[in-house]
């Protein structure tokens, strides 16, 4: 298995569509985390129910179960630039209402979990657009350039996105979805500035062969399936850091921020490594390289499991999300160069379950935030009070 990148680490920034196309992604990114952060905080807040937080992130999660096999079939058969800006607006659309709702005090769960389901739903649809609309942008040696710039703008917003959203929340939780609504406007924007790029459509009839076109694709390519599988493999088992939480506070003896910092470290491995697969790309070996990155994960999964020490626990972590990253961009390189346009949107969202299980443990952390920060705030104004 090998790919032919260019020498160039800055290859898919010479092209204008996809300079706009990737600070657009950021932004969005930066916002959904803003959103994420705020709402949970408030809701947390003013219900003091942890149930709440784990609806929040399941309203968010079913639309994109329930419409997997749509979603990407939309994105095959019609402009992704143009789905990706509309579902940005509808993006916009939703921070305003909770913008709204904090503003005139009239914030409440079942309100509020009807704006996140149609948060969820328009994330179902402009997941699989975003992931196939990048190839479209670049030349074909720089997809893989592309792709590791993708993932390192992604896992930058994740670190740093919930922290900018609690310093906002901090400030009022109007600012912090004000922010997001500018910041998914801005998005929007430069997706609709991007000239409509290339895209290969075939006129296939409705049918179950169509809707079911990216599996049938990824069964049938051994090499695609066997990369999925792999990544699939050590994420399901992987999910040691669903317990970070735990580990803090039983086992390391840390604070809220001593859990902020667990939770960024795997993010800063990533960006790490995906910066510099961006430098010096794979040219051959992938296959091998990736069974060296899910062996890493699985060590750096062990090695926190067994930790008593934070630094070690630390760098642990940090060695799991450049692991993962290496996993995640041979998975997605394959599958951009591999799989024909017409088939792109489909065969993206037929991985979803990798990238769902990523996306589920990260909101799953983000609730045992919520809780701890909320009781460690608690226990503060108890001593403060004696």
């Given at each position: 298995?090998?790919?032919s990148?260019t020498?160039?680490?800055?290859a898919?920034?010479?092209h204008?569509?996809?300079?706009r196309?990737?600070?657009?992604r950021?932004?969005?990114?930066?916002?959904?985390?803003?959103?994420?952060?705020?709402?949970?905080w408030?809701?947390?807040?003013?219900?003091?129910?942890?149930?709440?937080?784990g609806?929040?992130g399941?309203?968010?999660?079913?639309?994109?179960?329930?419409?997997?096999?749509?979603?990407?079939s939309?994105?095959?058969?019609?402009?992704r630039?143009?789905?990706?800006?509309?579902?940005?607006?509808?993006?916009?659309?939703?921070?305003?209402?909770?913008?709204?709702?904090?503003?005139?005090?009239?914030?409440?769960?079942?309100?509020?979990?009807a704006?996140?389901?149609i948060?969820?739903?328009?994330r179902?649809?402009?997941?699989?657009?975003?992931q196939?609309?990048?190839?479209?942008?670049?030349?074909?040696?720089?997809?893989s350039?592309?792709?590791?710039?993708?993932?390192?703008s992604?896992?930058l917003?994740?670190i740093t996105?919930?922290?900018?959203g609690?310093l906002?929340?901090?400030?009022?939780?109007?600012?912090?979805?004000?922010?997001?609504?500018i910041?998914?406007?801005?998005?929007?924007?430069?997706?609709?500035?991007?000239?409509?790029?290339e895209?290969?459509t075939?006129?296939e009839?409705?049918?179950?062969?169509?809707?079911?076109?990216?599996?049938?694709?990824?069964?049938?390519?051994k090499?695609?399936?066997?990369a999925?599988?792999?990544d699939?493999?050590?994420?399901?088992?992987?999910?040691a850091?669903?317990?970070m939480?735990?580990?803090a506070?039983?086992?390391l003896?840390?604070?809220?921020?001593?859990l902020?910092l667990?939770?960024?470290?795997?993010?800063?491995?990533?960006?790490?490594?995906?910066?510099?697969l961006?430098?010096?790309?794979?040219?051959?070996?992938?296959?091998?390289?990736?069974?060296?990155?899910?062996?890493?994960?699985?060590?750096?999964?062990?090695?926190?499991?067994v930790?008593?020490?934070?630094?070690?626990?630390?760098?642990a972590?940090?060695?799991?999300?450049?692991?993962d990253?290496?996993?995640?961009?041979?998975?997605?390189?394959?599958?951009?160069?591999?799989?024909?346009?017409?088939l792109?949107?489909?065969?993206?969202?037929?991985?979803?379950?990798?990238?769902?299980?990523?996306?589920?443990?990260?909101?799953?952390?983000q609730?045992?935030?919520?809780?701890?920060?909320?009781?460690?705030r608690?226990?503060?104004?108890?001593?403060?009070?004696r």
């Open positions: 298995m090998s790919f990148p020498e160039d680490r800055f898919a920034f010479r204008s569509s996809y300079t196309f990737f600070f657009a950021f932004l969005l990114s930066f916002s959904q985390q803003i959103v994420s952060v705020a709402v949970g408030q809701m947390y807040d003013q219900t003091g129910k942890a149930i709440y937080l609806l929040i399941l309203v968010q999660f079913l639309p994109s179960l329930l419409l997997i096999l749509v979603t990407g939309v994105a095959d058969r019609h402009n630039r143009a789905i990706a800006a509309l579902c940005s607006l509808v993006s916009a659309l939703c921070a305003l209402a909770l913008l709204i709702m904090a503003a005139t005090d009239t914030f409440a769960p079942w309100p509020v979990f704006v996140l389901l948060f969820g739903i328009e179902a649809f402009m997941s699989p657009a975003v196939s609309l990048a190839p479209n942008l670049v030349p074909e040696h720089a997809v350039n592309a792709i590791a710039w993708n993932s390192s992604w896992q917003a994740a996105g919930p922290v900018i609690g906002l929340y901090g400030v009022s939780a109007t600012t912090a979805y004000t922010v997001a609504v910041f998914s406007i801005l998005g929007a924007g430069l997706l609709f500035m991007i000239p409509k790029p895209q290969k075939v006129g009839a409705k049918s179950w062969a169509m809707i079911l076109g990216g599996f049938s694709f990824i069964r049938a390519e090499v695609v399936l066997g999925i599988s792999l699939l493999f050590a994420v399901l088992l992987g999910g850091t669903a317990l939480p735990i580990f506070r039983d086992i003896t840390l604070g809220p921020w001593g902020g667990l939770r960024a470290a795997p993010g800063l491995g990533a960006i790490v490594m995906a910066i510099f961006a430098a010096y790309p794979l040219k051959h070996r992938a296959g091998i390289y990736m069974f060296i990155g899910v062996a890493l994960f699985g060590i750096g999964t062990i090695i926190f499991g930790s008593t020490s934070t630094e070690v626990s630390i760098a972590l940090a060695l799991m999300g450049a692991a990253m290496i996993s995640v961009y041979v998975r997605e390189s394959l599958i951009a160069l591999w799989t024909p346009d017409h792109r949107g489909r065969a993206m969202r037929s991985t979803w379950s990798s990238s769902a299980r990523r996306t589920s443990s990260a909101n799953s952390e609730a045992r935030w919520h809780r701890s920060s909320a009781r460690c608690q226990s503060s104004s108890a001593v403060s009070e």
